[in-house]
């Protein structure tokens, strides 16, 4: 059991710069999270994927956001032109598709807008 | 709309006292989550609650349910150093995604 990865785990860009982040899930989970956290505050939910369908996404994912899980396994994350106030902690979790399964969480990727 | 609340967001104690973290939330959950957070660091999992009356223990830090009064609690016991960091709750969503809604955290320094 190798957990969830993600990658890169720091990312510094120019504001208006896009920026992708990848996480490898635990292979047999199905359901793949993502999170923002901001400092001092807890982390927000912004996306969740089913196998490959994503099926359902935060207010807080803006039109710059988007998100991919294209065979079910590893999960991408985009985020064009970036601003400042998009910097954050990035966190993926993965579960398996039961009820009380808990979820897992990656080291995360902290990225900073200059 | 789930809203989870934590009481206090900052705690300092020393040595070998007690205390307890408080989580209240909003609407009907099964399963209730605390996670320890070091700085600069990812989530690490400490209780899952998913029953009314539920206790969990482990070392110095023991964690309870109560589903009808919408609570949770941590309570350390003759704290040490080595417990220093953030604290989080987290309330799962019933339905849809069954996403986490996490509290604010409860920053937690113990002074030697």
């Known amino acids: 059991d190798t957990g969830v990865s993600q990658d890169p785990r720091h990312k510094i860009t120019k504001r208006g710069q896009n920026v992708t982040f990848r996480c490898d899930p635990i292979?047999?989970?199905?359901?793949l999270y993502w999170y923002r956290q901001t400092l001092g505050q807890g982390p927000e939910f912004l996306t969740y994927f089913q196998n490959e369908a994503q099926l359902e996404k935060s207010r807080l994912l803006s039109d710059r956001f988007s998100a991919e899980r294209p065979k079910g396994s590893f999960s991408t994350l985009e985020i064009q032109r970036t601003e400042q106030g998009d910097s954050a902690m990035y966190l993926c979790?993965?579960?398996?598709?039961?009820?009380?399964?808990?979820?897992?969480f990656g080291p995360g990727t902290r990225l900073t807008v200059t | 709309e789930l809203k989870v609340e934590q009481n206090p967001l900052f705690l300092s104690m020393q040595e070998g006292k007690n205390y307890t973290i408080y989580c209240n939330y909003s609407?009907?959950?099964?399963?209730l989550y605390w996670y320890r957070q070091d700085p600069g660091k990812s989530l690490e999992s400490l209780f899952v609650?998913?029953?009314?009356?539920a206790v969990k223990q482990e070392g110095r830090l023991m964690a309870s349910l109560d589903t009808k009064a919408r609570l949770s609690t941590l309570h350390i016991t003759a704290a040490v150093h080595d417990l220093s960091a953030t604290y989080f709750c987290a309330v799962a969503i019933i339905q849809g995604a069954q996403k986490l809604v996490f509290g604010q955290g409860t920053r937690l320094t113990i002074n030697p």
């Open positions: 609650l998913l029953s009314n009356g």
């Open positions: 609407t009907t959950s099964d399963r």
């Open positions: 292979s047999e989970h199905n359901r």
């Open positions: 979790a993965s579960s398996l598709n039961a009820r009380y399964y808990e979820q897992y």
